[in-house]
Nanobody, 123 residues
């Protein structure tokens, strides 16, 4: 049974930082691209950033480029999202997801999802 468990969310002031982690089990982690998505109240889920299977390439939404960094540790079956210079508009539930292809930005290719972790940025 595949499990993706996010952690590291919380309340932070604007300009602050958070690091989200997603621990994966029940799958061959290095065979999956990993992505981070978010959903704010009343809005559709959106792609935030992702990383290819080997970690050699990363992709980001324009709204977070230069502020967020996705990384992975295949030895620990964990993917990370480092979020710096946080803004109130970054407030959302953040989800990690696993994708058996390297089409990192294609939401439809992700077939395993975590339960999400809340990130709240106060102004």
């Amino acid at each position: 049974q595949v499990q993706l468990v996010e952690s590291g969310g919380g309340l932070v002031q604007a300009g602050g930082s958070l690091r989200l982690s997603c621990a994966a089990s029940g799958l061959t982690f290095s065979s999956y691209a990993m992505g981070w998505f978010r959903q704010a109240p009343g809005k559709e889920r959106e792609f935030v950033g992702g990383i290819t299977r080997s970690g050699g390439s990363t992709y980001y939404a324009d709204s977070v480029k230069g502020r967020f960094t996705v990384s992975r540790d295949n030895a620990k079956n964990t993917v990370y999202l480092q979020m710096n210079s946080l803004k109130p508009e970054d407030t959302a539930v953040y989800y990690c997801a696993a994708n058996p292809t390297n089409s990192v930005t294609s939401e439809g290719r992700y077939n395993h999802w975590g339960q999400g972790t809340q990130v709240t940025v106060s102004s």
